[in-house]
């Protein structure tokens, strides 16, 4: 294989917990998602050279940077010393609920794993991609992360070890992803979580987890939309989520299989059987986000099977000996 | 269709929970299994005339009777007066952690339902086996009596309203149960429980309940394995049943996929995959069982896809007028 010198990559952005799969399910959209550029340099450095799109709210100190600890992490791994600038560009909201600082992490991972010549297994950078989401968040959200790197639906079946499960889902499901221009941390979400919950709600989710996951495996709908219901976090943490209620209500009366908090929010996510479903459903949660007076935006899509993707690469300068 | 006066049937065993899936999960098995003789009377009413093989210790006053129960139910449902007398023949321990009294009263629901002319599809007479089983618990397993009925892996997603989902499992997915003659009643197993569970332990249960779904729907033998773990209900139940863990250990050495408590045990199940490694299982448990003084019964089959059978039935006298 040629050696590359500098790659450009996109990395998708992935909707988290799916409604009673708190911290165990995610799958990835088509769109929004970040695009990175790295190059092989011979400073020895990893450097992050730009940022866009973020209003300068990220650090640009590699070791705080979300792809810059990835990509330290994998080039330590590999015993490797190598310089490397890499260029980010955002092009989705922070703190949206849509697996932001994911999509980075994996996008760099992903993308010196490519330029390095594909050493390692695409599952196999995913350690390096949550030690960056761990930089960034001071804890690692494996359900973001493998969802963007491996794409599709995942079950995050066990944390240590990790054990990261592919889900099937049906030929005909779509996403809308709603996201108004609302500020919620995700600090102050996890801290809406109580440490200890009723047995009897932990029975009622696990059994919609298992329900959701038979669901999507048989291509059962109906048993998807059923199964679609939060009695743990969605209680908590939705009422910090302007007109939570009303865009839910809209959404499923336009059709939605079931409805969810994105994440920690503010994004909120449908699944419907078919495109004009779920473009319906987008239109219905827009009329009323708008009816609130926020800005935001919409996306429909299927499930994004690829997770990250090679946007243009250019091969090394051979040098003459 | 003639219509029937007597009938027999037999209502198969069933292993509840099945290690991760608490209150939501269970599966049918081949034997043991309940038989049940019911006949039609002109006396009005329904009566418990036999009970074998319960060392006197079931009620033979109907009301409290789990089989009476699903019977009188049944009846009042459909707005029947009609005399029943009910035999039934124990072929289980009680208090086995097999669901006993499940197959009492899905054998009574199901064989009223044949002498009526089955009127009722089989998956509606799951409401009045339940009834029968909270007479006689004082609390309706609907994971024992959901596999009981419609045979097969069974996910109970929810209880309000009722969702019983079956869950298809491998082809050569093999069972091992081993029933040790010591006594553990199932409300002293219930007491165990506590209220309140961390959400730490809720989300790795959710994680292996959705684990151990997508390993039976996949064939996938070493997932349904690795996500054969119980963080919440094993640790507090395994405590009262003696040799719990050296059972446990010889089971997985002698190549089980995974172990668990069947039901509020004493009983105790594996997974294997293929007959002679279910079989080299149940000599490995059976050695610890022995070596640890009690006596024991060992059943090896696959999951038992019929549930309720008609073993026998006659025509009534047609009256001449």
Redesign the interface.
């Known amino acids: 294989m040629e050696k590359l010198s500098s790659i450009s990559v996109f990395a998708p952005a992935t909707v988290a917990n799916v409604t009673?799969?708190?911290?165990?399910?995610g799958f990835a959209i088509d769109a929004p998602g970040d695009t990175l550029e790295l190059t092989l340099t011979e400073t020895g450095e990893v450097r992050i050279t730009e940022i866009t799109g973020d209003e300068g709210k990220l650090p640009l100190a590699v070791e705080k940077n979300t792809a810059g600890v990835a990509v330290l992490e994998y080039l330590k791994h590999l015993g490797i010393k190598q310089g490397v600038d890499i260029r980010l560009h955002k092009q989705m909201p922070l703190g949206s609920g849509l697996g932001s600082s994911a999509a980075s992490a994996v996008g760099a991972a992903f993308a010196i794993n490519e330029l390095m010549g594909a050493p390692l297994e695409r599952k196999d950078l995913l350690p390096f991609a949550l030690e960056g989401e761990r930089a960034a968040c001071g804890f690692a959200h494996a359900d973001n992360a493998a969802a963007a790197l491996m794409g599709g639906f995942v079950?995050?079946?066990?944390y240590e070890p990790l054990?990261v499960?592919n889900?099937s889902v049906p030929e005909d499901l779509f996403v809308t992803v709603i996201h108004p221009d609302v500020e919620v941390p995700t600090k102050q979400m996890r801290k809406l979580?109580?440490?200890?919950?009723?047995?009897?709600d932990?029975?009622?989710?696990?059994?919609?987890?298992?329900?959701?996951?038979?669901g999507l495996?048989?291509s059962d709908y109906a048993?998807i939309g059923?199964?679609m219901e939060d009695v743990?976090v969605e209680p908590l943490r939705s009422t910090l989520i302007p007109g939570f209620q009303e865009v839910r209500k809209a959404a499923m009366e336009a059709g939605a299989l079931g409805f969810g908090i994105s994440g920690s929010g503010p994004s909120q996510f449908t699944f419907s059987q078919g495109p004009e479903t779920a473009q319906k459903v987008a239109e219905a949660m827009e009329e009323v986000i708008k009816s609130l007076g926020f800005t935001y935006q919409v996306y429909v899509s299927k499930v994004n099977m690829q997770g990250p993707t090679v946007l243009a690469a250019e091969a090394q300068q051979q040098s003459t000996v």
């Open positions: 009673c799969g708190f911290d165990v399910l079950l995050v079946r066990s054990d499960v889900i979580l109580k440490e200890q919950v009723p047995l009897k932990a029975v009622t989710q696990w059994g919609n987890v298992g329900g959701l996951i038979a495996m048989s048993l059923r199964s743990i």
